[in-house]
């Protein structure tokens, strides 16, 4: 069962939501500007070397009484403002996600409801686990704590 956690909190474990669609995960788009200069054959291309925010839609089912679920699910998703998105198909990695929807909840049966969550990331995946680098120098050691970053996603 496919499931995400989000600010902490594991979104099957936690409240029963499940994802029912596995997400696509779109590559981050680069800004580039094009200028059209007139007599000028192509375009002149300004690479800033940045990229585009991404945008993940999650489908989501819950189980379980709906009713005593949805505040403390909306306050979970909404309240959290930016925070850390594990999936669990993919638990050695994150994105810095945000909701950015309202969610609306359709009920299926009474213990059953459906909706779509979603989140606004930065445009690369993050490690999960923190490497310890010992750097060694002349009056003892140093540690560091490094957060690996990957380009892309």
Known sequence: M????????DSFKDHGIFIEKRPNVPSPKR???YISIPGRNSSLRYDEET?????????CAVIGN????????KAWLIGSGESDLIFSFQSDKKYIAQVVNSIDFEVILKITS??????NCRPF???????VIDIASG????FLTVELLKAGP
């Open 2 to 9: 496919l499931s995400f956690v989000f600010n902490g909190k």
């Open 139 to 142: 009056r003892g050691r140093l």
């Open 31 to 33: 800004r580039v500007s």
């Open 66 to 73: 709906i009713q005593s679920k949805i505040d403390d699910i």
């Open 51 to 59: 990229y585009e925010d991404i945008t993940l839609s999650v489908e």
């Open 114 to 119: 459906r909706f779509v969550i979603i989140f």
């Open 125 to 131: 995946k993050y490690s999960v686990t923190k490497e």
